[in-house]
């Protein structure tokens, strides 16, 4: 069974950082490309960042300030964001881009003053 288990969440101030993994199982995330969501309340779920073999993907409300990176060997990928702000706030999930579910419990960033 896929699973994704999210975390380093918290909550910060504005312009302070976080960096966020996020561990797969039940599947090699070094065959797929792989992607961090968030949901703001209220809102629907959206991609923020995806990587592949070869390209790296921004919304471009984080280009500049969030970095996606993954571990293949540990079938782990990361999402450091730093400068963060107000509308950042959100549950952050990570799956394979082009989720077919199995979607994780997310963790929680919520950044306020």
């Known amino acids: 069974q896929v699973r994704f288990l999210e975390f380093g969440g918290g909550l910060v101030q504005p312009g302070e950082s976080l960096r966020l993994s996020c561990v797969a199982s039940?599947?090699?995330?070094?065959?797929?490309?792989m992607a961090w969501y968030r949901q703001a309340p209220g809102k629907r779920r959206d991609l923020v960042a995806s990587?592949?073999?070869?390209?790296?993907e921004y919304i471009d409300a984080v280009k500049g300030r969030f970095s996606i990176s993954r571990d293949d060997a540990k079938n782990t990928v990361y999402l450091q964001m730093n400068s963060l702000k107000l509308e950042d706030t959100a549950v952050y999930y990570c799956?394979?881009?082009?989720?077919?579910?199995?979607w994780g419990r997310g963790t929680q960033v919520t950044v306020s003053s």
């Open positions: 799956n394979i881009l082009n989720p077919e579910g199995n």
């Open positions: 990587i592949g073999p070869e390209n790296i």
């Open positions: 039940g599947l090699n995330s070094r065959w797929y490309d």
